[in-house]
Every structure is written in C-alpha cells, then in structure tokens.
C-alpha cells in the first residue's frame, strides 16, 4: 500500500484518483506523520444479499436420496 502526505495528495489528487482506479490499489494519505485517510477505489454493494454466494457454497452429500433412519415424527 502506498503512502502519501496530504499535501502532496492535495497537490496530485486528480492523477491519485484515476491511478488508484486503475491499479485497484489503496493510498494511505497521513497528516503530521498519522495516518488519516485511506484512498481506495470505488466497488457498488448489490441491491440484495439474495444470491450473493450463489455458485460458492457446495454441498457434497446427497440431500435428495432418502435416509436408511427410522424416525418417530409424532
């Protein structure tokens, strides 16, 4: 991760933004020595969590063959 100052980040902040667009890496931009602000590109969160780990979950039992137990369901 790349660190910068604030001024300079204030000084080259149009060419940070479009380099950390197109790399994908973050800059840690400090002030006084301290980090205060992390520059990070931006990634859209999905309008609904349904579907979201489809294709990433596995299942390697069979869940539709019937089970050799003998149950009481009263």
């Not at 933004?17 to 602000?37: C, Y």
């Not at 969590?49 to 069979?62: E, P, R, Y």
Request: hydrophobic share 35%.
């Amino acid at each position: 991760m790349q660190t910068i100052t604030a001024s300079e980040f204030k000084a080259k902040c149009l060419h940070l933004m479009d380099e950390v667009n197109r790399t994908g890496e973050e800059i840690t931009i400090t002030k006084n020595g301290k980090p205060v602000s992390v520059l990070k590109p931006y990634s859209a969160l999905p309008k609904t969590l349904f579907g979201l780990h489809k294709g990433k979950v596995q299942s390697k039992d069979d869940l539709i063959s019937p089970v050799d137990m003998d149950w009481d369901a009263d």
